[in-house]
């Protein structure tokens, strides 16, 4: 997506005629303008020139972002701070103070005397031509200063694009023109010495209106700018963590270089207190890292030789000497940073309510202003009084809140989320994440650790613990399996490590291995492999079925033909999985565990997680197939981090890439969580729900005004209840509206990804708890039995079997060789199937 800054725009209306303009392009196939950040994102192949041209024919300005930023010189990340420096408010402040020194004479002469009898000069006592002509000069001082709404509004209006500086300009306007042409008159009638005439006339002066009007639009685009200034602290805060140096090693010396001329290779060093510049691999020292930036993990993480150290972060202690892997563009930051502005820059599917609202509102408000004039006209109020009513509706009419209703609570929710280290990439991700219904998790890497590790040691008499440990180290340790740095590991962290080698050393390819130490035989592996070797005690075969039931691997060693003991090592559940899973759960989303695990390990894994189905036994390529699937009755999320996961996070509604897994990964998902762990997943929906919840109350906020606010100012309550509303405040209501969306917005710096008090159920778990309650009460388990031959067999198995406790009901069929047994409540698969063969016949299996 090519990126691109547009200038000009004030309101959503500019901002639909832009997206228009650039959309009827040939070969766009998409455009996307936000008027919050003042960028343009467009996809597809067309010239940037054609796309530039296209902007300035709709009447605004655009410029390549890349080509700013290199036409500046700027440093890396230098040039997108200053994009989001808030150029606005210093405007706009110089503007309202230069308008207040002419608005407030103003306001003297037009209101305080003629209304409150404040004193005026002598020599404008009585002169209502010399109070007159004053008052025209200070208005049009006023309307001079604030001509940028005059220029823009005509502008607009030229291209048949009005927008809100249109409805401005006209109200102003309107009001300044027939303050003009009721001076005139009254010149004339006080020429003719008509006194009761003059003073009529001296009552159609709007001078104040017109300079009160494009003042309080301006206080209003002052505190508006301020507010959109605050919504993109989070990414300015990112920005600010770029170091500008680093210290690199040439030859032989330390030499402080600009963070620019840093080359992936180069070698650097931080020291404490320092930032580290770019991404790295340590390749000598040791240090504890902050990293809270980038992951929103408070506790620094220690770091030594061999780990990866990322840009931004800070050394809090020790020598770090380490190599660049990732510099400029390619940083994990400088990733970070492109991330939350892309998502910025994109449009959620909920705005295009807005959008296609704004593209029409700014010529219906203009038409309702026109007739407004018209009906108060012909029934026959003055010109003066409908030209009032006319001049409320243009500048009560608010199209600003409708643009920021959605770009606003987008930027705000995106920078949360990436202080806590959960990435959206796309304001559609930040919008439909909260909408999930089913979340797919992969076991290896998301539920679990990824990295087995030993869980229990069991010797056999008369060995010990150690003594078998450093049997398995000898042997382990010319492996290369994935199990066997687990047992390397433990022996290390018990600190045996005997320096034997073992001889003629083999490994069977899922079985096991051997090799021969001090002239004796040993051998490792899994049962199969260890029931060739060595005789396997029953008490022993017992243990091993109930280590692989809690998803452990058994990992039997023996001498010659007598056997050590057993090792058992896991791939344990991260410490956070389990209060995930509740916490998913608790708002109404169904968890599902999806592995290529053996089935018994996977259900051990997923009942210790507590997740609500597991599909074992899935190959990489039939992950996305799972997920296809599940599709079709709900919205779902994969949470994955590997490359085999790349394809389901794709086919997935919601890609959720876990920060540590594989680029790949991270590439093919919607949100990528830095910190690695599953407790951010109910905190990225979170997240979503109340940004959407926050978009819906700026929209509601938005259309309420507009709905209220036209009638009220076109006087539609005037002959009920006789409310009348002064053009002056209907400016002032509509710099409000703007303000207070903004001001919604940024609720959302406050919100509380981790509190689960406001977690709300759904509909989606209520109805699967009162289908699981159904199920409860409807338990069905389907037994196969071979040997029945007639109905008196099928009558007889019947009997048995409704005469256990718990037993319901049974349907028998000698035919299909099955029995479908119906249970009020949870019976061992052992007592139904020793009621049958105690019958004689024979019961292959049980199924659910």
């Given at each position: 997506m090519k990126q691109y800054e547009v200038t000009g725009m004030s309101c959503a209306a500019c901002s639909a005629r832009v997206e228009k303009a650039v959309s009827k392009l040939e070969g766009v196939t998409s455009c996307s303008v936000n008027l919050l950040t003042n960028s343009m994102g467009v996809e597809g192949n067309v010239d940037p020139k054609a796309i530039i041209e296209a902007v300035e024919a709709a009447g605004y300005q655009a410029e390549e972002k890349e080509k700013q930023e290199k036409g500046a010189g700027k440093a890396e990340g230098s040039g997108k701070r200053e994009e989001l420096k808030d150029k606005e408010t210093p405007k706009m402040k110089r503007r309202l103070i230069a308008s207040l020194c002419f608005l407030i004479p103003l306001m003297y002469l037009s209101m305080g005397h003629m209304m409150w009898g404040w004193k005026v000069p002598g020599i404008l006592e009585n002169n209502h031509v010399a109070m007159g002509i004053i008052q025209l000069l200070l208005t049009t001082a006023v309307m001079v200063i604030n001509q940028k709404f005059f220029i823009s509004g005509m502008k607009g209006l030229l291209h048949k694009a009005p927008n809100m500086d249109t409805l401005v300009a006209l109200g102003a306007g309107a009001s300044y023109g027939y303050s003009v042409y009721a001076l005139f008159a009254m010149t004339d009638a006080q020429m003719r010495a008509d006194t009761a005439l003059v003073m009529s006339y001296m009552h159609e002066f709007y001078f104040e209106s017109a300079a009160m009007i494009l003042t309080l639009i301006t206080v209003g685009k002052l505190l508006e700018a301020r507010s959109k200034g605050k919504t993109t602290d989070a990414l300015k805060g990112l920005m600010d963590l770029a170091p500008k140096t680093a210290t690199v090693v040439r030859g032989k010396e330390e030499v402080k270089v600009g963070i620019e001329q840093?080359?992936?290779?180069?070698?650097?060093?931080?020291r404490p207190g320092e930032n580290i510049p770019v991404d790295g691999i340590v390749l000598e020292g040791n240090g504890a890292v902050d990293e809270s930036a980038l992951t929103g993990e408070s506790i620094p993480a220690d770091k030594k030789e061999g780990d990866s150290v990322s840009g931004g972060t800070i050394n809090q202690s020790g020598f770090l000497r380490c190599e660049a892997t990732r510099v400029g563009e390619d940083t994990t930051l400088s990733q970070i940073i492109r991330m939350v502005g892309d998502a910025a820059a994109t449009k959620a599917p909920i705005a295009k309510v807005a959008d296609k609202v704004s593209g029409v509102f700014v010529p219906v408000v203009m038409a309702i202003a026109a007739v407004t004039i018209l009906v108060w006209l012909v029934l026959g109020e003055t010109i003066g009084f409908a030209l009032a009513r006319g001049i409320s509706v243009l500048v009560i009419s608010c199209p600003c809140a409708l643009g920021l209703a959605t770009p606003v609570a987008i930027m705000v929710g995106n920078g949360v989320g990436a202080k806590n280290g959960i990435l959206f990439k796309t304001a559609v991700s930040l919008e439909e994440t909260g909408k999930t219904e089913v979340v797919v998790l992969d076991k290896t890497g998301t539920i679990t650790k990824g990295k087995p590790v030993v869980t229990d040691i069991l010797p056999n008499k008369?060995?010990?613990?150690?003594?078998?440990?450093?049997?398995?180290?000898?042997?382990?340790?010319?492996?290369?399996?994935?199990?066997?740095?687990?047992v390397l590991k433990k022996a290390e962290e018990e600190k045996i490590h005997p320096e034997e080698e073992a001889e003629n050393f083999r490994a069977v390819s899922g079985n096991g291995l051997s090799g021969e130490i001090r002239g004796d035989q040993y051998f490792g592996g899994n049962l199969k492999f260890a029931e060739k070797k060595?005789?396997?005690?029953?008490?022993?075969?017992?243990?091993?079925?109930?280590?692989?039931?809690?998803?452990?691997t058994p990992l039997f060693f023996g001498r010659n033909e007598e056997l050590l003991g057993m090792i058992a090592v896991a791939d344990v559940i991260k410490e956070d999985s389990p209060q995930a899973i509740r916490e998913l759960q608790n708002m109404g989303i169904k968890v599902v565990m999806l592995t290529g695990d053996n089935e018994r390990t996977a259900k051990a894994i997923g009942t210790q997680a507590g997740v609500d189905e597991v599909i074992a036994g899935v190959l990489p390529d039939g992950k996305e197939n799972v997920i296809r699937t599940l599709k079709k009755n709900a919205k779902v999320a994969m949470v994955g981090d590997g490359i085999n996961d790349a394809p389901a996070l794709t086919r997935a509604d919601i890609g959720i890439?876990?920060?540590?897994?594989?680029?790949?990964?991270?590439?093919?998902?919607?949100?990528?969580?830095?910190?690695?762990?599953?407790?951010?997943?109910?905190?990225?929906?979170?997240?979503s729900r109340a940004t959407l919840r926050n978009i819906h109350e700026n929209l509601f906020w938005a259309f309420f005004y507009n709905v209220i606010g036209i009638p009220l100012a076109a006087g539609i309550w005037i002959p009920i209840f006789g409310w009348q509303l002064n053009p002056m405040f209907g400016a002032a209501a509509m710099s409000l509206s703007s303000v207070c969306v903004v001001s919604n917005a940024l609720r959302l710096n406050w919100f509380r990804l981790y509190d689960v008090s406001k977690d709300r159920k759904g509909k989606q778990?209520?109805?699967?708890?009162?289908?699981?309650?159904?199920?409860?009460?409807?338990?069905?388990?389907?037994?196969?039995?071979?040997?029945?031959?007639?109905?008196?067999?099928?009558?007889?198995?019947?009997?048995v079997l409704e005469a256990l406790d718990g037993v319901e009901q049974a349907e028998v069929s000698h035919e299909a060789g099955t029995a479908v047994v119906v249970l009020a409540k949870e019976i061992d698969?052992?007592?139904?199937?020793k009621a049958v063969e105690d019958q004689d016949y024979k019961v292959l299996g049980i199924d659910f």
């Open positions: 840093v080359r992936k290779g180069d070698l650097f060093v931080v008369p060995f010990g613990e150690k003594e078998l440990l450093a049997y398995a180290y000898i042997l382990e340790k010319k492996s290369e399996h994935p199990l066997a740095y687990a060595a005789v396997i005690p029953d008490e022993v075969r017992q243990q091993a079925q109930r280590l692989a039931s809690e998803g452990k890439a876990i920060g540590a897994g594989t680029d790949i990964a991270i590439d093919a998902a919607d949100i990528v969580l830095m910190k690695s762990r599953l407790s951010d997943v109910p905190a990225a929906i979170r997240m778990k209520e109805q699967r708890e009162l289908k699981k309650e159904k199920e409860k009460k409807e338990m069905k388990k389907t037994m196969r039995i071979e040997g029945m031959m007639c109905g008196h067999c099928e009558a007889r198995v019947k009997k698969d052992d007592i139904l199937k």
